[in-house]
């Protein structure tokens, strides 16, 4: 299939035989602008191309298509583009996008995106950072594989690349109303005029809310709140435009975003022994049904998952045409900002109290990221060269609060876990909830209780970027590009782990361990059968936010040198076929994982203990990436098919994984994402416009991994050599639409959107329970609208068949047996009226 496209691609220049030959002549007359699908301008490469003549893998969507597919943010986009898959998780705040396979798991603010986002010329410090309502659009860029000689680190996988409507000097507006199902409320309006002959401006708001899409039984509570994933966003966008000479133009903008909702709460997938145990504690189901129905939308959860995001900052670009090196254009875009995630959540998803994050105190579960980044480029062209060369800078202040509290049913739980487990062993099950006090010496409640531990994390980084960019234009056909970007990376991070409860019970355990034996023993297990028993109570009694450690301060820093870049050679047939060879090297920073680590050894080697891990530091993450690709534009520039071999090789690649009782950053050696991208966008007439993407994907982890975890039979003992996590085989995209006049004033519109993706193991244990099969999300809209659009009602509905689907899938949070899941959303519906005035 791969080779007949090609071979397809490659045999156009005959069938554009007959087509007028590009000219050469510099005194021929400027020829008509492009009003067709050839013409569609984008910023790759920092400088407005046409799309077709950038030799990079790419998706565009503009700003119709990306309404008609009902895209309001960065999650909803990958309906458009086929190897794209964005999830969220535990928060919003934790929003994640794979291209290619290739991304970053999140829970873990020290991890930074493969896939990076930048929102007009502003890189956002992380993936949530940029989970807002993206407002008044221009189109949205999403550019596959290694970008970071212009783009900069963190771009290893690619870059999603929003640029937002400018301020017009002609005045006019929309606003726009939408109600739906879920009690779902939008409300949105944009404007934008001129000041005076030298300054417009321009501003967006909006107001999205929606009631939450899962049922919660909370059980005894103190949670009062009965539904879950609701929406509740609030986002202003204001934008002035400068003009203070011809030779310079100045763009100013101020946004600010805000989110308060509960969100994101996990289903059971599987229904494990465990459950048995919570539901005697809170007198009634504590999971799920039985058996488990998660696409019933019902879920168990006693404790608040509230969480208040805020994203604000200001930039200013600055554009000059100077009067040096062929009037080269001198171009400087400095940002302040500022992005803050305040998040509750309880941590197992049941209605027992077991364990949560509390929200709304100082020093409760928080995230502040507060980042400053100035961007210097000059830019230029002759007959010969179009060059870029440039600085970046980027300074960031990180702070992490985090506070677990055990709740009133933690110790009962798992003393009733270490019981029942023990049951083989002739353990005596009378009393269940007991034991630890028997083991620890203290009173029934006194050992595993309160808040277990309250941690803060500071890291300063500061990233200095020298690049350059040059293409030379060898001959009419042939162009050779060189990109290459000198980056110096360093971290400092300051950590600090305490224990305000001092964790009674683990203290007692290992203060004592014959006291243990004896609980063992006074409950019928053998002696010699119990002495071996000792470490695996004291190891569950000891767990990370329970350990009893003395206050606990650590220094970490890491300083990185590297290089990036790339080399492209490109040659043109004809107007109408282009083919490309790239090869590039990414970089992705190392950095600290920002969580609790323990081990057997004090080592970060993902082995199981109870001792506290210092160094908790990842090394930088690299690919060296090829492509073959054509892009080819057929019917006088109304088709569009473009293709790519890629074959991507990653080492030291960062992989985030949940393992049951918490995160392990795991440096992989070697990953591999090999396979083919094809893209077709058709304006077969006036009234129809089709587009379809195919993306065969083979990602894979090597197979030579160091470590006892990676071994057979070790909990990660089946990733060497196996197909990457949550890295699909096959993902396709495709939309229709169509346009038609109903009588001499009226216009019918109709839109359908689909993204389908093929089964996948969605964790690195490759347990069968997180398999999640093939679906098909489909989006479809229908309106009609006046012949001048001033106007325009739409009925819609996003995942109109009711596809099941999971975001990710999970082990359950020390419940064996059970696992758990984050839903894709159901189905939902509505109807949107919008009108746009002046």
């Keep these: 299939m791969t080779l007949s496209i090609f071979a397809v691609l490659f045999a156009a220049p005959s069938a554009f035989a007959q087509q007028a030959p590009a000219t050469t002549d510099p005194k021929a007359p400027e020829p008509k602008k492009v009003t067709t699908l050839a013409g569609m301008v984008v910023t790759a490469q920092k400088r407005e191309q046409a799309m077709q003549t950038v030799p990079i893998t790419m998706t565009v969507a503009t700003k119709q298509q990306l309404q008609d597919a009902d895209v309001r943010d960065i999650k909803a986009l990958q309906v458009l583009v086929p190897s794209m898959y964005a999830y969220s998780t535990g928060s919003e705040a934790l929003t994640s996008i794979r291209l290619r396979g290739i991304g970053t798991v999140g829970d873990n603010p020290g991890l930074e995106s493969s896939v990076g986002t930048v929102i007009d010329g502003v890189p956002r410090a992380r993936t949530g950072a940029a989970f807002d309502d993206l407002g008044e659009l221009e189109r949205v860029e999403v550019l596959y594989g290694p970008q970071g000689t212009l783009f900069g680190q963190n771009t290893s996988a690619g870059v999603v690349n929003i640029v937002t409507a400018a301020p017009s000097f002609h005045a006019h507006g929309d606003t726009e109303l939408t109600v739906g199902n879920y009690g779902a409320l939008d409300l949105g309006a944009y404007y934008t005029a001129p000041i005076s002959d030298k300054a417009a401006f321009s501003i967006y708001a909006s107001n999205r809310t929606r009631d939450g899409f899962y049922d919660v039984e909370t059980g005894p509570g103190p949670r009062t709140e009965n539904s879950d994933s609701n929406l509740d966003v609030h986002s202003l966008r204001g934008k002035l435009l400068l003009l203070p000479t011809k030779n310079v133009d100045i763009t100013i903008i101020g946004d600010y975003s805000s989110r308060d909702e509960h969100c994101c709460t996990a289903v ?74 305040d998040e509750g959540g309880d941590l197992e998803f049941t209605t027992a109290d077991i364990f949560d994050r509390p929200f709304g105190q100082p020093g409760d579960s928080s995230v502040r990221i507060n980042p400053l980044t100035e961007e210097l480029r000059l830019a230029g062209n002759t007959d010969k060269f179009d060059w870029t060369v440039g600085y970046f800078l980027d300074n960031e202040d990180l702070v992490r609060h985090d506070l677990i509290n055990m709740g009133s049913d933690y110790e009962a739980y798992m003393s009733s876990l270490l019981v029942y487990g023990f049951k083989p062993y002739g353990m005596n099950t009378a009393n269940p909830a007991t034991f630890i006090s028997q083991a620890t010496g203290l009173p029934y409640g006194a050992s595993l209780s309160g808040v277990g531990m309250a941690d803060m994390y500071k890291q300063t980084a500061n990233s200095n970027a020298v690049f350059g960019n040059v293409t030379f234009h060898a001959t009419d056909a042939l162009d050779l590009t060189a990109g290459l970007r000198y980056t110096d990376e360093s971290k400092q991070l300051d950590s600090t782990y305490t224990n305000p409860n001092g964790d009674a019970g683990c203290a007692a355990m290992l203060r004592n361990p014959t006291q243990v034996y004896e609980a063992l023993v006074g409950r019928g297990v053998p002696a010699a059968i119990a002495a071996k ?199 396709d995209t495709a939309s229709v639409t169509y346009e038609h006049p109903l009588n001499g004033t009226l216009l019918g519109r109709f839109n359908v959107s689909a993204k389908y993706q093929s089964g996948v193991n969605q964790g690195a244990t490759y347990a069968p329970e997180l398999y999640q099969g093939g679906y098909t999300v489909i989006n479809a809209r229908i309106g009609i609208t006046p012949n001048d659009k001033q106007w325009s009602v739409e009925l819609w509905s996003d995942n109109l068949t009711g596809a099941r689907y999971a975001q990710v899938r999970f082990a359950g949070v020390i419940q064996t047996g059970t696992w758990d899941a984050f839903l894709g959303a159901p189905r939902t519906w509505g109807a949107t009226f919008r009108y746009n005035f002046l």
Excluded at 312 to 328: F, Q
Excluded at 625 to 653: C, I, R, V
């Design 268 to 341: 059971a997938t599987v229904r494990g022994p465990t459950a048995n145990i919570l539901d005697a504690l809170v007198g009634g189901s504590a999971v799920s049904a039985n058996p488990a129905d998660p696409y019933a939308y019902v879920a168990y959860s006693n404790r608040d998952d509230r969480e208040q995001i805020i994203d604000d900052g200001v930039s200013a670009e600055i554009n000059w045409t100077t009067p040096w090196l062929n009037n080269a254009t001198f171009t400087s875009i400095t940002s302040k900002r500022e992005w803050t995630a």
């Design 533 to 731: 028993l000792i470490p695996t109570v004291i190891g569950d009694s000891c767990l990370a936010w329970s350990d009893a450690l003395d206050v606990r301060t650590t220094h970490q820093s890491l300083n990185e040198k590297e290089w990036s870049g790339t080399l492209k050679g490109v040659y043109t047939f004809n107007d109408n076929v282009m083919t490309y060879l790239t090869g590039s090297r990414g970089y992705k920073a190392g950095g600290f994982n920002m969580d609790r680590v323990q081990s057997a050894t004090g080592l970060n080697d993902q082995s199981v203990g109870i001792l506290p891990v210092n160094n908790t530091s990842f090394v930088g993450e690299f690919v060296n990436s090829y492509e073959l690709g054509t892009k080819t534009t057929w019917l006088d520039g109304s088709l569009l098919a473009n293709a790519a071999l890629f074959d991507e090789q990653f080492t030291n690649y960062q992989l985030n994984e949940f393992v049951g009782t918490g995160y392990d950053v795991l440096s992989l050696p070697k990953a591999t994402s090999k396979g083919v991208d094809t893209n077709v966008m058709w304006q077969a007439t006036k009234n129809w416009l089709l587009q379809a993407g195919v993306t065969y994907n083979d990602v894979r982890v090597g197979k030579d991994i160091p470590g006892s975890a990676f071994a057979p039979g070790g909990v990660f003992g089946l990733l060497p050599g196996a197909r990457m996590p949550l890295a699909s085989l096959w993902s």
